[in-house]
C-alpha cells in the first residue's frame, strides 16, 4: 500500500513541476504542495483538552504563556512523533495571532474553535482538532474594499513595503467568552475615503453583534500636527491599527500607530464599552506634539486587574516644545526638543495609563536619558512589546537602540538629566522587532528574548532581587535576519518537569519588514534552550511554513501549534 501512496505524491509533486510551481524563494525552498486542503482531519479521539486563548499572546500580561498544555512534551515533540497535521485556508495574509475558544457550543456539539482574521476583513471560525470550517464572513464595508499598500504610498515611504497588500484587519482581535463576541477592527476605502469600524461579532455565527459595527472617531483638544483650530481629530487614513486589542473591566480599548512614519499621526488608544459600543475612553499621547505611535511589534496592550494599561510609544515629541539643533550625520537638522517631566506629550516613553473619567491619566512613566538620540536616529523606544512579569510588579520592553528595560509597573522612574532610575538596563546590542515570552515552570524562571540578527536569549528572573541574573543569561543559536526579530510563545503542564517547551516562527532569510520571505518553526526545551526539539525544516517538504507571517506568533492549545502565514493558511501542528 506505500508503494501506491509514495507513486501518488511522487506524481503529484511532478504534476505541479510542469506547472512550473516556483519552489525557490532567494534560493530558499518553499512549501509549494498543497496538502490537505478542502480535507477534514479525523483524530483518532476526541480532544480532552479544552484551553482557551482570547487574546494576543494568551492574557493581559502578554506573556504568551499556556501552562495547561498536558500533551505536548519535550520527549515527544520531535520529528519522528511531531509535524504538521493540516491547514487551515484562508483568504489572504494573516497578522493576526489565531486565537482559540476551548469546549464552544457550536454546531450541534462542543468543539475547540479556532478564529482566524486576515488582511481582507475576513474572520473564520475553523474547529481546531478536524480543520472544519463552521462559518466565514466579511466585513469590509458595503460598497467599499480592503485599503491596500498603493493606497499609502506618499513622499514618506514610495513604494509602501512595510505590509505586502491589503491592509484590512492587522491587529489581533480580542475575545469575551462569556458574551460569545470576538471585537476587531476592519479598515475599508473606495479609494478616497478610508473609514475604520469597531466590530462586536457572534462567535456562534459570524453576524454582527446588536450596535455593531462602530465607526471608529474621536477628536482631543490640542495644538500638534495635523490640529485644526485647537481640534485634533483622529485620521482613519494615517492611524494604523497594529497593536492586539484587550478587554479590561468592560472595555475593548484599541491603540494606533502610522504607516511608515507617515505625518501626520499620533499615538491614540480609544476605549469602547464592551456590551453597548459607546465610545467611552480617549486619549492621544502628543496631542500638542506628533507622532508617538502605539505599534510594539504587533503585542497587544497590556493591562493589570485594575485596569491600568501599560504601553511604549514610539518617535515623536516628549513633554512641551522647544526648539534643538543638533547634527545628524553630519547635516544640521531642526527637530522638537522639550521639556521632558511635562505628561502632555509622551512619545518615546513606556507608561502606565489609569483610566480618568472620560480620558487616560499617566500614573507612571519611563523616558530614557537619550530620547532626543532615539528621535533623530529612528531608534524609536516603543518597538518591542511590554510583558508584564506575571505575580510582580515588574515588567520588561525593549528600544531600538538595542537596550532592554526592566521596570516597576507601578514607579517606573520618570526622567532624569542625568541618570535614569529604572530597576534595570540589559544592553543587548541588537534591534528589538520581536516579541518576548516567560516561562515560570521550572527551577528558575525565564524571559525569553530573540532580536534580529541575533541569538535567542533566555533572562533568568530572581524574584529575590527583582532583577534578571545577567550572569546567567543562556545563549543558543542565530537565528533572524533583516529587521524582523522572532516571535515568541511557551506551553507547558505546570511546574511538570519535561514540559516546557519555547516555540519561535521567524524569517529563514531576507528582510521580512519589507518583502515576503519564507518561514521557520522552532521549539526548544524551555529550560535549557541550547536543546532544539524539532524545527519545520528537518522533514522533507511535509512541515514546511511558507511565508512567515511577521509579529504573529504561534498559539499553542489543545495539543496544537497554530501557525499563521502569509501563505493564505493557518498550519496546525501536534502529534501525529
Not at 160 to 167: G, L
Not at 209 to 214: A, E, L, R, Y
Not at 559 to 568: D, E, P
Request: aromatic content about 10%; hydrophobic content about 35%; charged content about 15%.
Amino acid at each position: 500500500m506505500k508503494k501506491y501512496t509514495y507513486l501518488a505524491a511522487s506524481l503529484l509533486l511532478f504534476c505541479l513541476g510542469c506547472k512550473k510551481t516556483p519552489s525557490t524563494i532567494n534560493n530558499t525552498p518553499v512549501d509549494t504542495t498543497n496538502y490537505n486542503v478542502g480535507v477534514t482531519y479525523n483524530p483518532k479521539s476526541p480532544n480532552t483538552q479544552h484551553i482557551t486563548v482570547p487574546t494576543q499572546h494568551n492574557d493581559n500580561t502578554r506573556a504568551g504563556l499556556n501552562n495547561q498544555e498536558t500533551v505536548l512534551t519535550t520527549s515527544n515533540v520531535n520529528t519522528k512523533t511531531f509535524g504538521k497535521l493540516f491547514k487551515m485556508v484562508v483568504d489572504d495574509e494573516v497578522y493576526a495571532q489565531p486565537l482559540v475558544v476551548g469546549n464552544l457550543s457550536i454546531a450541534s456539539g462542543k468543539h475547540n474553535v479556532v478564529f482566524i482574521a486576515t488582511v481582507n476583513n475576513t474572520v473564520y471560525a475553523y474547529d481546531g482538532d478536524t480543520g472544519t470550517l463552521y462559518w466565514k464572513q466579511n466585513f469590509t464595508a458595503s460598497g467599499m474594499r480592503a485599503p491596500n499598500s498603493k493606497d499609502m504610498a506618499s513622499s514618506w515611504c514610495a513604494p509602501y513595503t512595510n505590509i505586502t497588500y491589503n491592509i484590512g484587519i492587522i491587529g489581533t482581535p480580542v475575545i469575551d467568552t462569556i458574551a460569545k463576541t470576538i471585537y476587531f477592527v476592519s479598515r475599508s476605502t473606495d479609494g478616497n475615503t478610508f473609514v475604520q469600524y469597531l466590530h462586536a461579532v457572534n462567535l456562534l455565527t459570524g453576524n454582527d453583534q446588536t450596535g455593531s459595527p462602530v465607526k471608529i472617531d474621536a477628536t482631543v483638544n490640542g495644538t500638534g500636527d495635523g490640529s485644526q483650530n485647537g481640534i485634533l481629530k483622529f485620521d482613519p487614513l494615517h492611524n494604523n491599527q497594529r497593536q492586539g486589542l484587550v478587554l479590561v473591566n468592560g472595555i475593548v480599548y484599541i491603540s494606533f500607530a502610522s504607516h511608515c512614519d507617515w505625518n501626520p499621526y499620533h499615538g491614540w488608544i480609544l476605549g469602547y464599552n464592551a456590551q453597548t459600543l459607546q465610545q467611552q475612553i480617549v486619549y492621544n499621547d502628543t496631542p500638542n506634539g506628533e507622532e508617538g505611535g502605539l505599534w510594539e511589534s504587533g503585542m497587544g496592550i497590556a493591562a493589570d486587574n485594575q485596569g491600568s494599561l501599560y504601553v511604549v510609544s514610539g518617535n515623536g515629541t516628549v513633554g512641551k516644545p522647544t526648539t534643538y539643533n543638533p547634527i545628524a550625520n553630519g547635516t544640521a537638522e531642526t527637530i522638537t526638543s522639550t521639556n521632558p517631566y511635562d505628561l502632555t506629550n509622551r512619545a518615546e516613553s513606556a507608561l502606565k495609563l489609569t483610566p480618568n473619567g472620560s480620558t487616560l491619566q499617566v500614573s507612571s512613566y519611563f523616558t530614557p536619558l537619550n530620547y532626543l538620540d532615539l528621535n533623530v536616529n529612528d531608534l524609536d523606544f516603543g518597538v518591542m512589546g511590554t510583558l508584564l512579569i506575571p505575580n510582580s510588579n515588574f515588567y520588561l520592553s525593549g528600544c531600538k537602540d538595542g537596550n532592554l528595560y526592566l521596570l516597576n509597573k507601578d514607579n517606573m522612574g520618570g526622567y532624569s538629566y542625568s541618570f535614569n532610575l529604572v530597576q534595570q538596563t540589559i544592553p543587548l546590542n541588537q534591534n528589538m522587532h520581536c516579541q518576548p515570552a516567560y516561562y515560570g515552570g521550572g527551577p528558575k524562571e525565564f524571559v525569553y528574548v530573540w532580536a534580529e540578527n541575533d541569538v535567542l536569549r533566555a533572562l533568568p528572573f530572581n524574584r529575590t532581587t527583582n532583577k534578571f541574573d545577567n550572569n546567567q543569561v543562556t545563549s543558543s543559536v542565530l537565528g533572524p535576519t533583516g529587521q524582523s526579530g522572532a516571535v515568541l510563545s511557551v506551553s507547558s503542564n505546570g511546574n511538570i518537569s519535561g514540559t516546557g517547551i519555547l516555540w519561535a516562527s521567524y524569517a529563514i532569510s531576507g528582510d521580512a519588514e519589507n518583502e515576503s520571505s519564507v518561514g521557520v518553526l522552532r521549539a526548544f526545551d524551555a529550560s535549557d534552550i541550547t536543546k532544539e526539539l524539532w524545527n519545520s525544516n528537518l522533514n522533507d517538504r511535509t512541515d514546511r511554513v511558507g511565508y512567515f507571517a511577521k509579529f504573529c506568533p504561534p498559539t499553542i492549545a489543545n495539543g496544537h501549534v497554530y501557525l499563521a502565514t502569509f501563505s493564505k493558511e493557518v498550519l496546525v501542528y501536534g502529534l501525529k
